[in-house]
């Protein structure tokens, strides 16, 4: 099991490295490489405690055993060190009343979620910046705590955002968020375009909200006006109740 999961752990870390040198020099390159060097800090630190446990006479092996907690809860907690996130809206999103442009992405299991299979149940999508960063960390967060919310309207939350899917697995574990992240990496940001939210500036989407209802239709819009700023979930919710089953 040991050397199974060492094994897996390199091949991932060595297509983690090939996809990296894809991207061209921007924030977003930055960006992958702080989140590798995390990802590696995190595998040496649990490598390191594994090996002092045996050498204790324990019975914890280096790999496949149980998460050293206090590393995780450190990772978790990252964000609140993490550069800042800031600049005005640069785009306006779709247009209200047009149909959802189509589409099909990975989530962080490698699972192809698209619009259509949602076809008769109202889908939130919601656009987000990045992994790791502060603002999206609050706000994917707040929605879990509040995941109660959605399902009993009957809306399906789709999160999206330009990193990889290997970036979405690891973010998505430490936080344990309970929606699926879909991985909008290669083509680059080709479904946050076609949605309007590509902030070519930065090389990553809007921070939005867009609500579509079980015909396809897009009928609500929200862009956050700064990217550092988190929407309110009550106004969401509000909005949702209004537009939805009013």
């Known amino acids: ?126 656009f987000y910046p990045l992994d790791w960063s502060p603002g999206c960390s609050k706000q994917l967060d707040l929605y879990a705590l509040e995941w109660n919310e959605f399902t009993q309207r009957g809306v399906q939350l789709l999160a999206i955002s330009v990193d990889s899917l290997y970036s979405h697995g690891a973010w998505k574990y430490v936080r344990k968020l309970p929606f699926p992240l879909l991985a909008d990496f290669l083509p680059h940001g080709q479904v946050t375009r076609g949605y309007n939210l590509f902030r070519d500036s930065n090389g990553f989407s809007e921070r939005a909200l867009v609500l579509i209802d079980a015909e396809g239709i897009v009928r609500f819009v929200e862009v956050s006006p700064r990217i550092e700023h988190v929407p309110d979930i009550y106004s969401l919710f509000e909005n949702i109740d209004s537009i939805l089953y009013s």
């Open 1 to 126: 099991m040991q050397e199974h999961l060492e094994e897996q752990f390199n091949k991932l870390e060595s297509r983690f490295v090939e996809l990296g040198s894809e991207i061209q020099a921007s924030p977003l390159r930055d960006a992958v490489a702080v989140l590798h060097s995390m990802i590696g800090l995190l595998h040496e630190a649990e490598t390191s405690s594994a090996t002092s446990a045996e050498a204790r006479g324990s019975t914890v092996t280096k790999r496949g055993a149980a998460p050293n907690h206090a590393n995780l809860a450190e990772l978790l907690e990252l964000h609140q060190q993490a550069p800042a996130m800031e600049g005005k809206a640069e785009c306006s999103g779709p247009q209200v009343g047009a149909p959802a442009p189509p589409f099909a992405l990975p989530d962080s299991e490698g699972v192809t979620h698209s619009l259509e299979q949602y076809r008769g149940q109202p889908v939130l999508m919601v």
